[in-house]
T-cell receptor, first 116, second 112 residues
Framework: DAGITQSPRHKVTETGTPVTLRCHQT?????MYWYRQDPGHGLRLIHY???????DKGEVSDGYSVSRSKTEDFLLTLESATSSQTSVYFC???????????????FGPGTRLTVL | DQQVKQNSPSLSVQEGRISILNCDYT??????FLWYKKYPAEGPTFLIS?????DKNEDGRFTVFLNKSAKHLSLHIVPSQPGDSAVYFC???????????FGQGTRLTINP
C-alpha cells in the first residue's frame, strides 16, 4: 500500500471556523490531489499539486485553498467553513498524474468533515 | 457539466453471475479511462484502465470495454464474488492533463 496518511480522520466544526486538513506521503510522489466525495456527485477534484509550491485549481475550488511547502505534505484549508463543505475528503498521490495504465493515483483513507 | 456519467446509482447481482457497470462520457478528447473500486471507510483503489486506442482490456475476472462512437465504456466482472460488493467509479483523463474526472459511482451488491 502506498504510504499516505490523512489527519484528522474525523472532525466536527462550526460554521465560520477555519479548518485545515493534512495529507502526508512517504512515497516521494510528485503529484498530490484533494477530492471531496458527496452522494450523487462522486469524487470531485478540489485542488492539486504538481510539485513543491506548484498548485492548481480543480472543478470545485471555491472556498478552499491549498499549500505544499514540502514534497510530502499537502494541506487543504477551508478559510471559513460552511455547511455545504460537509463531506468526505480524500487525498491522492501519483508519480506522473495517474492518468494511464502505467501509473495510478493512490488514495488516502479519507477525512470525514462535518460543519454544523 | 458532468463529463463522466454513471447513470445507475446501484446494481444488485447474484453471486457467480456477470456484473456489468456502465459509464458514459461527453468529451471525445479523453484519452484514458480508468475504473476505481471503493469499500466503505476506505479510499478508492485502482482496478483497471483502457486507452482510447483500444476497445477492450482484460485483467482476470475484470474486463473493460470501450465504444468510442457511443462514448460509452463498461466494466464486466465474471464471475461476481461477494468481495466485489463496493462502489465503482469510472474516471477519464485528457491527454497532457495530469488529473482525472470521475463519475458519480455505482454501488454494486453481490448477493449470495
Amino acid at each position: 500500500d502506498a504510504g499516505i496518511t490523512q489527519s484528522p480522520r474525523h472532525k466536527v466544526t462550526e460554521t465560520g471556523t477555519p479548518v485545515t486538513l493534512r495529507c502526508h506521503q512517504t512515497e516521494n510522489h510528485r503529484y498530490m490531489y484533494w477530492y471531496r466525495q458527496d452522494p450523487g456527485h462522486g469524487l470531485r477534484l478540489i485542488h492539486y499539486s504538481y510539485g513543491v509550491k506548484d498548485t492548481d485549481k480543480g472543478e470545485v475550488s471555491d472556498g478552499y485553498s491549498v499549500s505544499r511547502s514540502k514534497t510530502e505534505d499537502f494541506l487543504l484549508t477551508l478559510e471559513s467553513a460552511t455547511s455545504s463543505q460537509t463531506s468526505v475528503y480524500f487525498c491522492a498521490i501519483s508519480e506522473s498524474g495517474g492518468t494511464s495504465g502505467r501509473d495510478t493515483q493512490y488514495f488516502g483513507p479519507g477525512t470525514r468533515l462535518t460543519v454544523l | 457539466d458532468q463529463q463522466v456519467k454513471q447513470n445507475s446509482p446501484s446494481l444488485s447481482v447474484q453471486e457467480g453471475r456477470i456484473s456489468i457497470l456502465n459509464c458514459d462520457y461527453t468529451n471525445s478528447m479523453f484519452d484514458y479511462f480508468l475504473w476505481y473500486k471503493k469499500y466503505p471507510a476506505e479510499g478508492p483503489t485502482f482496478l483497471i484502465s483502457i486507452s482510447s486506442i483500444k476497445d477492450k482490456n482484460e485483467d482476470g475476472r475484470f474486463t473493460v470495454f470501450l465504444n468510442k462512437s457511443a462514448k460509452h465504456l463498461s466494466l464486466h466482472i465474471v464471475p461476481s464474488q461477494p468481495g466485489d460488493s463496493a462502489v465503482y467509479f469510472c474516471a477519464a483523463s485528457l491527454q497532457g492533463a495530469q488529473k482525472l474526472v470521475f463519475g458519480q459511482g455505482t454501488r454494486l451488491t453481490i448477493n449470495p
